[in-house]
């Protein structure tokens, strides 16, 4: 009998083999969501981009309101330049008789001028007793050259009469002066002073000459003052007459203008500006008494002196510079 060959072993079980030798799959845990350092992370860098994005954004409008106020600013100063423009065209000097001189030589010492009395002056440029450091300018021009409005350049204005006398004003009398800036709603709300001075035109009462020479001020409605600049840091008034550049001058009668005006300022946002203006001039009473009728009036206004142009001016010789 032949003994059946031993049979080996059966290998044992593997873990996750089955019976057929395919591999069972092991269940995997699931991962939903992130870990902490993942989303601190995430949070990092998103608080770093909206930190940029607001600088950004606040950088932006700093430089649009800065570009917006330096736009109002030069609007401004080109308006500033129009009005003193229109008044230092707009001059009117005293129709009085003008004293007269005689030339000095050698035999004969000075002669005094005529008694013919000074009338009150039509340009004065002094000192501000209210601001010390500062000027203030007194003009009288023609009322279409007065400004009226700083949204308006100019507008013409119509001769008025004095609420005492009746007389009727041809003239408008008023003074270029600086003054501090008033606050605005804004400043109210931020506690703070508005930096820099304000340029005004304070309209100012007529001054009446009597034919003895006594002068008597019109006692009218005081006017407001007109803003016409605002935000001034510096601000120079200088006349050129005689050959000299003057800080103060006095003229009632056209030959004592001068031949040029000068003006230097800046402004508190960083505008600088040297101006250099020519005067032109009519010659006329600066009231009319009522009892002059209306064709003296007429006469006394749009004449103007021997010699004048149809529109009143009469031609003046400049100094030499």
Do not use: C
Request: charged share 20%; net charge negative.
């Amino acid at each position: 009998m032949i003994a059946s060959p031993a049979r080996a072993p059966a290998p044992a079980a593997t873990p996750g083999v089955g019976a057929a030798g395919a591999l069972r799959a092991r269940p995997a845990r699931g991962r939903f969501g992130f870990t902490i350092i993942e989303l601190a992370l995430a949070a990092t860098i998103a608080a770093v981009i909206l930190a940029v994005a607001l600088g950004l954004f606040g950088a932006l409008d700093r430089t649009d309101r800065r570009l917006e106020a330096r736009m109002e600013e030069a609007m401004g100063v080109a308006r500033t330049r129009q009005i003193l423009l229109d008044l230092f065209n707009g001059l009117v000097m005293s129709d009085l008789p003008q004293p007269a001189t005689i030339m000095a030589t050698p035999e004969t010492p000075p002669a005094p001028e005529s008694a013919v009395t000074r009338p009150p002056p039509r340009f004065l440029l002094t000192p501000d007793p209210e601001l010390p450091g500062f000027q203030r300018l007194e003009l009288v021009v023609d009322p279409a050259a007065a400004p009226a409005d700083p949204r308006l350049a100019l507008v013409r204005a119509e001769p008025v009469s004095s609420e005492t006398t009746g007389v009727i004003v041809r003239a408008a009398r008023g003074v270029l002066a600086l003054r501090p800036t008033p606050p605005d709603a804004d400043d109210l709300a931020a506690g703070r002073n508005p930096a820099g001075l304000t340029l005004y035109w304070q309209p100012m009462p007529a001054v009446q000459v009597s034919p003895d020479g006594t002068s008597a001020v019109l006692s009218t409605a005081a006017a407001p003052p007109i803003p016409i600049l605002s935000g001034i840091a510096r601000w120079q008034w200088q006349v050129f007459k005689s050959r000299q550049k003057l800080g103060a001058h006095e003229a009632a009668w056209e030959r004592e203008l001068p031949a040029y005006i000068m003006l230097k300022f800046e402004t508190v946002g960083g505008t600088y500006a040297d101006w250099m203006f020519e005067v032109d001039w009519t010659v006329g009473p600066e009231v009319v008494a009522p009892d002059l009728g209306a064709a003296a009036a007429e006469d006394a206004e749009g004449d103007g002196a021997p010699g004048a142009d149809p529109e009143g001016r009469r031609p003046r010789g400049r100094d030499e510079p």
